[in-house]
Each structure stands twice: as structure tokens, then as C-alpha cells.
T-cell receptor, first 116, second 118 residues
């Protein structure tokens, strides 16, 4: 149980274009999902918290107009990187929390974004 | 205040040995301390987690030791195997009501690259 999927697993796009990444909880409902980015050989940095039916909460320094998050259902959150630039190239990982009162987060397999 | 400091950065252990990774935190509002294992190109996988009301938790070969007064916790991997070679992250999350919107947010340590030699 507690499986989280991401699609696509990797994507290459040209500078200036937008890319959408999907995060799905496959066998549970997730009222809260989180989006992280991870640079090579570094730790995970939280970008934003996504709550179903409400606006995402972004961490300090994360541009909300560049990284659009939508959590339209209890099993799906999307991250859209708008007007992508090479410095946006990174490993993007989502996680989902089971229930409001739970601490446990289960992570997706990640999406490797390369902007050329 | 929000940092979690992890050490060592890298660790080499022989097969069958014990791997020990340490973390320290400052924020007393942290109330949940998980450890994650990450293989290259994959997302982190939850290994084991502890709350501050216990000093030790064991699941199979993995044990968390927790010292509330010192604000430190550690992961012990017994009988380490080559398949355990991965990056390990400690993390911490504040309790409900602490810092308002911070509940459930994980702060990660810097990671430890573990290599287990056969």
C-alpha cells in the first residue's frame, strides 16, 4: 500500500516552454501533497505544500508564478514549470500524506527534468 | 532553527558490519523523525520513523535511537549488506499546532552516502 506515482519519469524540453508533472496517490486519498526538488548529490528541498481544493503554499524563495501547482482531486496534484530555463533542470519529487492527522509521507519515484 | 544536521557525509562499511548515521536538530517543535533510503534516480523510501515519546525503535535490521535531551537521533543498520548501499536521509517534522502551516513539513538532513563492501 501507500504507492505514489509520477509522470513522466523524465522529460527534456526547450528553454521557454512549459512542462507539467503529475503526482498520483494510487491506493489512498491524499489531502496534502508536497513538491520537492533535488539537485545532484544534494538533499531534498521543499518547494510547496499542495492541499486538495485550495491554493498551494510555497516556501520562501520559490516563485509561485513559475511553479504552478494544482491539487484538483484527492489523488492527483500537478506541478507545471512555466517558461522553463536550464537552471530549472533538476529532479522533482512529490510526496503524499495519508490523512490529516498522519505524519507519514510517501514519495513518488521522481521526474528528471532537463531544459535545453 | 529549522536545520537538521546529518553526519557523516559518506560511510564505508564491510558486509556484516554496523552502519551508524547521526542527526541533530535545534527546533524543539519537531515531533516526528523519519529516516529515508534513496537509490540513484529514485524517490526516497520511508525506512523507519520515531516519535519523541520513545528512545528506541527497531524494525528488522534498522534501529532508531533517540535522545530528546541532546536533540539527537541516529540510525543503526545491523548486518549491513551490499544492497543497503544507498543515500540515507534523516528528517524531522513539527507537531500539529506548532508553527501553524509547518505541520507535516519535512526538513531533511544533508544525506549520507553509504557504501557496503562485499
Amino acid at each position: 500500500g501507500a504507492v505514489v506515482s509520477q509522470h513522466p519519469s523524465w522529460v527534456i524540453c526547450k528553454s521557454g516552454t512549459s512542462v507539467k508533472i503529475e503526482c498520483r496517490s494510487l491506493d489512498f486519498q491524499a489531502t496534502t501533497m508536497f513538491w520537492y526538488r533535488q539537485f545532484p548529490k544534494q538533499s531534498l528541498m521543499l518547494m510547496a505544500t499542495s492541499n486538495e481544493g485550495s491554493k498551494a503554499t510555497y516556501e520562501q524563495g520559490v516563485e509561485k508564478d513559475k511553479f504552478l501547482i494544482n491539487h484538483a482531486s484527492l489523488t492527483l496534484s500537478t506541478l507545471t514549470v512555466t517558461s522553463a530555463h536550464p537552471e530549472d533542470s533538476s529532479f522533482y519529487i512529490c510526496s503524499a500524506r495519508i490523512g490529516q492527522g498522519s505524519f507519514e509521507q510517501y514519495f513518488g519515484p521522481g521526474t528528471r527534468l532537463t531544459v535545453t | 532553527q529549522q536545520q537538521v544536521k546529518q553526519s557523516p557525509q559518506s560511510l564505508i562499511v564491510q558486509k556484516g558490519g554496523i552502519s551508524i548515521i547521526n542527526c541533530a536538530y535545534e527546533n524543539t517543535a519537531f515531533d516526528y523523525f523519519p529516516w529515508y533510503q534513496q537509490f540513484p534516480g529514485k524517490g526516497p523510501a520511508l525506512l523507519i520513523a520515531i516519535r519523541p515519546d520513545v528512545s528506541e525503535k527497531k524494525e528488522g535490521r534498522f534501529t532508531i535511537s533517540f535522545n530528546k535531551s541532546a536533540k539527537q537521533f541516529s540510525l543503526h543498520i545491523m548486518d549491513s549488506q551490499p544492497g543497503d548501499s544507498a543515500t540515507y536521509f534523516c528528517a524531522a517534522s513539527p507537531r500539529a499546532g506548532a508553527g501553524g502551516t509547518s505541520y507535516g513539513k519535512l526538513t531533511f538532513g544533508q544525506g549520507t552516502i553509504l557504501t557496503v563492501h562485499p
